[in-house]
């Protein structure tokens, strides 16, 4: 996957300095988005949280939507019939998962404050991915989204990839809530 470089603008660096969690010297900071940009990039976190769109070689990342979850505006039928053999099921954007535990979408991670990760902190985005659980606190995190494996990484990165999610530019799209699995017929 072919991803656009990053521009580091004032405006970027400015909305890190105003969530409180850029460093002093504004060197630092842009290391600290670079350093962020890098682990988002390799990290995986567009493969699930960019939706797909079909391109002329097949399903390709929609930068325009970059990181901001499940298309709101994409209703999706009920999942297929999951077995023994097939477990887990995605839409065509990749954004949406069917399984045992229902239906989770993956949520807008973009720096816009009311249906993305502009109001968070860079303590609830750490608390997130070690804790799986949404802030920190809230509902758990569901799969597929590998907060097992993020729960490794270590503060530091952590708070740099924050730092960067928080320089981007902000996309309203609220990803739909979770469903749970249907109750078993009687």
Not at 112 to 121: A, E, Q, V
């Amino acid at each position: 996957m072919r991803i656009k470089p990053f521009r580091f603008t004032l405006a970027a660096l400015a909305a890190v300095v105003a969530s409180g969690t850029a460093l002093a010297d504004p060197a630092a900071q842009a290391a600290q988005i670079k350093r962020g940009k890098y682990l988002v990039d390799t990290g995986g976190c567009h493969d699930c949280h960019t939706p797909l769109k079909m391109g002329k070689q097949g399903p390709e990342p929609d930068m325009g939507r970059a990181l901001s979850g499940h298309p709101a505006t994409l209703k999706l039928p009920p999942p297929p019939k999951l077995d023994q053999h097939w477990v887990m099921a995605a839409n065509a954007t990749n954004t949406a998962y069917a399984g045992p535990w229902g239906v989770s979408y993956a949520i807008n991670i973009t720096s816009d404050k009311d249906t993305g990760i502009g109001n968070w902190k860079a303590e609830d985005f750490v608390k997130a991915l070690k804790t799986g659980k949404h802030l920190g606190v809230g509902r758990p995190i569901l799969p597929p989204m590998p907060w097992q494996a993020y729960s490794g990484i270590e503060e530091a990165d952590l708070k740099a990839m924050f730092a960067y999610l928080k320089s981007t530019p902000p996309i309203k799209n609220r990803a739909p809530d979770y469903q749970p699995p249907a109750a078993p017929a009687k």
